[in-house]
């Protein structure tokens, strides 16, 4: 199993970017996934998950009314689409997935994971 994220750059603040996630080796699901970023010299944290049905979606309150997480099973894609960004939100993009979804902020409980992703928001 694969995960490929893309779509990063750089951006000002203020402007919108999607990042995708496409799974490929074979369908995972029940999967929920979701969405980790790293700043230099900070920890990776929970972003965004959205669980296998895509009914549920959760956000750490600092991307909360800002970011939206989606989720195309058919293409075996998830999007995280970014909206009003920050250069506070400057950090590599990490997709990943996971069974427990209960745990969804725990970066520890998921199994696949993608290479990353750089968003790069300029002041």
């Known amino acids: 199993v694969q995960l490929q994220a893309s779509g990063g750059g750089l951006v000002k603040a203020g402007d919108s970017l999607r990042v995708s996630c496409v799974v490929s080796g074979r369908t995972l699901s029940r999967y929920a996934q979701g969405w980790f970023r790293q700043a230099p010299g900070k920890e990776r944290e929970f972003v965004a998950a959205?669980?296998?049905?895509?009914?549920?979606?959760y956000y750490a309150d600092s991307v909360k009314g800002r970011f939206t997480i989606s989720r195309d099973n058919a293409e075996n894609t998830v999007y995280l689409q970014m909206n009003s960004l920050k250069p506070e939100d400057t950090a590599v993009y990490y997709c990943?997935?996971?069974?427990?979804?209960?745990?969804?902020?725990?970066?520890?409980?998921?199994?696949?994971w993608g290479q990353g992703t750089q968003v790069t928001v300029s002041s």
């Open positions: 990943a997935a996971t069974t427990d979804l209960p745990y969804y902020r725990d970066y520890s409980r998921y199994d696949y």
């Open positions: 959205i669980s296998w049905t895509g009914h549920s979606t």
